[in-house]
């Protein structure tokens, strides 16, 4: 193997050199990190794939210290700031097409080429047509794959009625159509953090307040909110207005998504007093503006999308529906509400100019 540039036989991944090391030791050089607003909203909310608390959910840290690269945007990384089980120098899985969370490979890089003299002594690697070898040392991505295939569950049907399935290593949980949902065998479930419930009328939700659950998203025609201790994201969808108040008794509610569903009282968001995320359509806001009601905790708010709508009349296709909105004008108005008399927030006034 060649140790300073060069393709290697790390599940495909080449060592790169110590000055591609080095750039990628500056936050700006690491390209593949969400940037800006998203991930001071999502930074929270990423998970991790491997043993129970051996990596850090975080979307990346600087003791991530990429050293082989599958040349499609992917690093293999030791792990100098691991989770609480974790070891120093562990080697991980980040990049492109990691935004969801670091992946588990190995205890230390040691361990990882051990795997692969071990696989060289027992015969077991392959010619490729290019001339190139390939070692095979077992698979890089397990834990990525044992995650999706033991550690999330969807059911629907005649299968929610109770929820079948549920086990401890469950961590994500998605319901759906069905109008008999019992949520009953979820309570107590201890890895639980993101469940999504969808076409459920009536559905409980009381037992997830035994449960660890950060991530909620509810898309159902009546929804009956239950305090949730844990909770940290809500997504709600319906079409009839929903009480807000059980989310005063969501100590750690952190982002809120309401653009596809309708509130009895909006003005209820004012008395959130952590939340930093909030997202709503056009009609939303000004009605929030209408009550003076904007929490005083925003850090990140976002103007959602409008359903297109229809013309009464039209001659072709491309005319049958009205212009998009959000508008350029819509925004500029709503941010200047957003603004309002605060003399800590600076509004700047002009035309946009496009090149």
Same mark, same amino acid.
């Given at each position: 193997m060649v140790c300073d540039g060069g393709r290697g036989l790390l599940h495909g991944y080449g060592w790169f050199g110590l000055e591609m090391l080095a750039e990628f030791c500056l936050p700006a050089e690491r390209w593949w990190v969400i940037r800006g607003w998203r991930r001071y909203v999502f930074h929270p909310f990423i998970n991790e794939f491997g043993p129970p608390l051996m990596i850090q959910r975080l979307s990346d840290h600087l003791g991530w210290i990429p050293f082989a690269t599958d040349m499609g945007g992917n690093y293999l990384a030791v792990d100098m700031a691991r989770g609480p089980r974790g070891r120093p120098g562990q080697v991980i899985l980040i990049g492109r097409d990691y935004g969801d969370g670091p992946t588990y490979v190995a205890e230390s890089v040691t361990e990882l080429l051990r795997r692969h003299v071990d696989a060289l002594d027992s015969g077991s690697f392959e010619h490729g047509d290019d001339g190139g070898l390939w070692v095979n040392a077992g698979d890089a991505e397990y834990h990525w794959r044992h995650y999706r295939e033991t550690c999330t569950l969807e059911v629907s049907g005649p299968d929610a009625a109770p929820v079948r399935g549920m086990r401890p290593e469950i961590r994500e $949980?998605?319901? &759906?159509?069905?109008?008999? *949902? %019992?949520? #009953?065998?979820?309570?107590?479930?201890?890895? @639980?953090?993101?469940?999504?419930?969808?076409?459920?009328? #009536?559905? %409980? @939700?009381?037992?997830?307040?035994? =449960?660890?659950? +950060?991530? *909620?998203? /509810?898309?159902?025609?009546?929804?009956?909110? =239950?305090? $949730?201790? =844990?909770?940290?994201?809500?997504?709600?969808?319906? +079409?009839?207005?929903? %009480?807000?108040?059980?989310?005063? &008794?969501?100590?750690? /509610? !952190?982002?809120?998504?309401?653009?596809?569903?309708?509130?009895? %009282?909006?003005? *209820?968001?004012? +008395?959130? =007093? #952590?939340?930093? !995320?909030?997202?709503?359509?056009?009609?939303?806001?000004?009605?929030?503006?209408?009550?003076?009601?904007i929490p005083a905790s925003l850090a990140v708010v976002e103007l959602a999308e409008e359903p297109p709508q229809e013309r009464k009349l039209y001659w072709s296709f491309d005319k049958a529906y009205k212009s998009p909105r959000p508008t350029l004008g819509d925004a500029v108005d709503w941010a200047n509400n957003l603004a309002g008399d605060a003399t800590t927030i600076s509004t700047f006034k002009g035309k946009f100019k496009t090149p």
């Open positions: $949980l998605k319901v &759906s159509n069905a109008p008999w *949902v %019992d949520l #009953g065998s979820v309570r107590g479930a201890p890895a @639980l953090w993101q469940v999504s419930v969808k076409n459920c009328p #009536g559905a %409980d @939700l009381s037992p997830l307040c035994d =449960t660890p659950v +950060e991530v *909620v998203d /509810l898309a159902m025609d009546t929804i009956e909110l =239950t305090a $949730l201790p =844990t909770v940290r994201m809500v997504s709600l969808h319906t +079409e009839k207005p929903i %009480d807000l108040r059980p989310l005063l &008794s969501c100590p750690r /509610l !952190y982002a809120l998504d309401l653009t596809d569903a309708i509130a009895a %009282d909006i003005s *209820v968001l004012s +008395e959130l =007093t #952590g939340l930093q !995320y909030l997202k709503m359509q056009r009609s939303q806001w000004q009605e929030l503006f209408l009550h003076k009601a």
